[in-house]
């Protein structure tokens, strides 16, 4: 099973700021998927296959990567960009998700 | 639009056995594949099983012994029962359509969830 390890655990930033998450995978995979989830709603696909914007996300988020190291970044960080980001791999059986990286804003 | 949504019983008794079913609506279970995935309180993701648009499935390895996954393509119902449910099953229970595609997965539509609590 390749394990996914997010990071960091959780962050705040001001609106405005520039933040990386990251998300390493313990084996190479393909393509990383990422989820926003707010507080008490279910996950939303927010990038896929490593930088592709799901519908409906803005234009300030963007993702990259290859291999085993991964990232999602937002240019200028919105109130609304508050949430929990998850990373996900379906590359290899058994599809896994990260721990998550919790957003606040400061 | 492309909808799921879960249903089940709120509370069930250890030991006993849970069933939920996802409902879904603007696509075919023939053309996608759904996935159950769970999250415990204040916890991560965790991806459960799954039914394919063949009808084949797959589970997690260290759940395979007590799930099974089956789908009601004339009702759009795909059905998850779990038996011998111990309190560490109390969870979020969401299910999400599977987008496979060359031999990558994820989901693209989730549903609300269903809050499945495991306690006498």
Not at chain 1, 29 to 43: I, L, T
Not at chain 1, 59 to 74: A, Q
Request: glycine content about 8%; some cysteine; charged content about 15%.
């Amino acid at each position: 099973e390749i394990v996914l390890t997010q990071s960091p655990t959780t962050m705040a930033a001001s609106p405005g700021e520039k933040v990386t998450l990251t998300c390493r995978a313990s084996s190479s995979v393909s393509y990383m998927h990422w989820y926003q989830q707010r507080s008490g709603a279910s996950p939303k696909l927010w990038i896929y296959e490593t930088s592709k914007l799901a519908s409906g996300v803005p234009n300030r988020f963007s993702g990259s990567g290859s291999g085993t190291s991964y990232s999602l970044t937002i240019n200028s960080m919105e109130t609304e960009d508050a949430a929990t980001y998850y990373c996900q791999q379906g590359s290899s059986y058994p599809n896994t998700f990260g721990a998550g990286t919790k957003l606040e804003l400061k | 639009q492309v909808q799921l949504k879960e249903s089940g019983p709120g509370l069930v008794q250890p030991s006993r056995t849970l069933s939920l079913t996802c409902t879904v609506s603007g696509f075919s279970l023939t053309s996608y594949g759904v996935s159950w995935v769970r999250q415990p309180p204040g916890k991560g993701l965790e991806w459960i099983a799954a039914i394919w648009s063949g009808g084949s499935t797959d589970y997690n390895s260290a759940l395979k012994s007590r799930l099974s996954i089956s789908r009601d393509t004339s009702k759009s119902q795909v059905l998850l029962k779990m038996n011998s449910l111990q309190t560490e099953d109390t969870a979020m229970y969401f299910c999400a359509r599977s987008y496979y595609y060359s031999g990558e997965d994820y989901f693209d539509y989730w549903g609300q969830g269903v809050m499945v609590t495991v306690s006498s």
